[in-house]
């Protein structure tokens, strides 16, 4: 397999990185580069659930897949790896660390295995490494609850009020006058007829589209508390006359 160069695993920043099985571990924060030999040699991948982890992987056996990138460790594997700064530089000791977790051996180009050993490391008797829990949050999308639109048909009563016309037969008596004193002395029967007209209601029913009811996703985002115990690894020491080359003077340290 030919080894990734620099140009390319460049384009990788900011792609995913998944792991064998398919699992997403996080997002390519940034490429590291051997000083010595100019080649690309880590893969710094932001983790948890707002990305502020960084973890660190060897770049070696990792590939392009479509838009992610395929790593040669699991996810679980990647997330433990020992927390190390993401300052753009490894030290030769986290360098080191990386590499035992990995189980990969750490030979710098022109050095000799004798030489990755500092002197610090070397004048010391006794030696203990302290450990301590560090919480890992990440998210999942699960199903909260359903909302569904469902009509039906009610009957209800309706009750209006309609204005309507209708004639009336008023009586009306005037004087007779003179014109009109024809056929006066004289009695004759007769009948007249006036017809009545009424406005009548007439009540129909129609079907008449009123609104659209329609449902809408909108997403809040809310801020969920995470309060969980780890445990950490003390050191003390016991003894005489103890120097602490960090703080400079003497007494149990821890």
Do not use: C
């Amino acid at each position: 397999m030919s080894k990734n160069t620099t140009e390319q695993t460049t384009d990788w920043i900011k792609r995913t990185a998944v792991d064998s099985a398919g699992d997403k571990v996080g997002t390519i924060s940034d490429v590291y580069v051997d000083d010595e030999t100019g080649t690309p040699d880590w893969l710094a991948i932001s983790t948890g659930m707002f990305g502020t982890k960084v973890s660190f992987v060897p770049i070696e056996g990792a590939r392009l897949s479509g838009d992610d990138v395929i790593v040669a460790f699991d996810k679980a594997k990647i997330k433990d790896a020992p927390n190390t700064e993401a300052d753009g530089q490894l030290s030769m000791e986290e360098e080191q660390t990386l590499y035992a977790y990995y189980g990969r051996g750490y030979e710098p180009v022109g050095r000799t295995t004798a030489d990755t050993i500092s002197s610090d490391t070397t004048a010391r008797d006794a030696s203990l490494v302290r450990s301590e829990e560090e919480v890992s949050v990440d998210k999942h999308t699960q199903e909260a609850g359903r909302v569904r639109l469902r009509k039906w048909v009610e009957t209800e009563n309706v009750q209006l009020t309609v204005p309507v016309e209708k004639q009336v037969a008023r009586v009306v008596r005037e004087p007779v006058t003179d014109g009109d004193s024809a056929g006066v002395g004289e009695f004759v029967e007769g009948e007249e007829e006036v017809v009545l007209s009424e406005e009548v209601v007439d009540v129909s029913k129609q079907v008449v589209a009123k609104e659209r009811v329609g449902i809408e996703k909108d997403t809040v985002t809310e801020q969920v508390p995470v309060n969980e115990t780890v445990r950490k690894e003390r050191v003390e020491v016991e003894g005489g006359d103890v120097l602490d080359a960090g703080q400079g003077n003497t007494g149990r340290q821890r």
